[in-house]
């Protein structure tokens, strides 16, 4: 994955960790950031986030930019935009990078967001109470803040179906993680009994929604036709559809681990398990979930349907021409549709 990574930022022209440099450099974010270091000591989420803005080798929070600026220089620029050409820098439109630096501040935004804890749920171990408050109204302050800039950056794009786009996107992630919270008591108990259409438009609401219609807005923004916007739709949906099931999976899939790794009883592999197995089995197996689901179908069904989202998502870059950025679209979802 990091090489796919590495060799898609050479394409784009930099490298992504720069694309919300701007914003982090801004003199109202180093204030936050100062605040946020008085949570050193806690057990406050808010500061493994922060870390990982900065310590970005494991989960590549700026995947959805990147994806951005290679489909974007994948298209080119249409016939009706040929003529503003000279707009373009390695072959991507300045308000395509703006687009990818709005979504990944965006996606940072809610990000922060998450970061707000339970009070009621605080052990004395996680931290005086004081602090974890303060933690609390920094992350609501910090991700207002750059979900602010974002929305304020939008507008200068002066895009009418653009702002409609991302705005919805917005609204989708909002639906999603209202559901994802308000099953997160919920995490180590039994789940409802849904199913993998369900679990589907869940995750495309929390994770599939902003790269798929950001990847629509960037084709906008170059006036491409309507199939051409269907099809960067697509490739975003799927691929991330593909990079959430990827994850899912790791759990079950890692040859190396000799404990059992901590998984969501709302994964995709613990989903189909229950459909294959029916709901009052599944209650009785509980205590042996993690065994259970290893040595059942729903690993290699989740892995199928991985597969079947990376297939889904290469046979929408079909319609963009030969070249380097379709290429390491490609590679993308190779990587996350790989497994050992």
Request: net charge negative.
């Amino acid at each position: 994955w990091s090489e796919v990574v590495s060799e898609a930022e050479k394409i784009v022209g930099y490298p992504t960790s720069f694309m919300s440099l701007r914003c982090l450099l801004s003199d109202e974010l180093s204030n936050i950031a100062m605040q946020v270091r008085k949570l050193v000591g806690t057990k406050h989420p808010l500061l493994d986030t922060a870390r990982g803005f900065v310590y970005d080798s494991r989960n590549n929070l700026q995947m959805r930019g990147l994806v951005i600026l290679l489909i974007s220089k994948a298209a080119g620029p249409s016939t009706a935009e040929l003529s503003f050409q000279h707009n373009m820098v390695s072959g991507i439109y300045s308000s395509q990078r703006s687009l990818a630096e709005i979504t990944e501040l965006i996606h940072t935004a809610f990000l922060v967001h998450r970061g707000i804890v339970n009070i009621g749920e605080l052990k004395p171990c996680d931290g005086p109470l004081k602090d974890m408050q303060f933690g609390n109204k920094m992350a609501v302050l910090s991700g207002d803040f750059l979900l602010a800039n974002a929305c304020t950056s939008l507008a200068q794009l002066q895009n009418t179906k653009v702002v409609e786009l991302v705005s919805s996107a917005i609204g989708d992630l909002v639906q999603g993680i209202y559901y994802e919270n308000s099953k997160s008591s919920e995490e180590n108990c039994l789940t409802d009994d849904i199913s993998i259409s369900t679990w589907k438009e869940q995750v495309f609401l929390s994770h599939s929604a902003l790269l798929a219609k950001s990847c629509q807005a960037a084709m906008e923004l170059a006036k491409h036709s309507a199939e051409i916007q269907d099809m960067a739709f697509q490739y975003g949906k799927h691929m991330s559809m593909s990079h959430k099931l990827h994850s899912d999976l790791q759990p079950f899939v890692k040859e190396s681990s000799s404990d059992t790794m901590a998984f969501s009883l709302n994964s995709a592999p613990a989903v189909l398990h229950q459909e294959f197995l029916g709901r009052e089995a599944w209650i009785k197996q509980i205590q042996e979930l993690w065994e259970a689901i290893k040595a059942g179908k729903g690993v290699t069904s989740a892995i199928d349907l991985c597969c079947c989202h990376g297939n889904r998502a290469l046979a929408a870059l079909d319609c963009f021409p030969p070249s380097e950025a379709r290429t390491a679209l490609a590679n993308i979802v190779y990587a996350v549709t790989r497994f050992p």
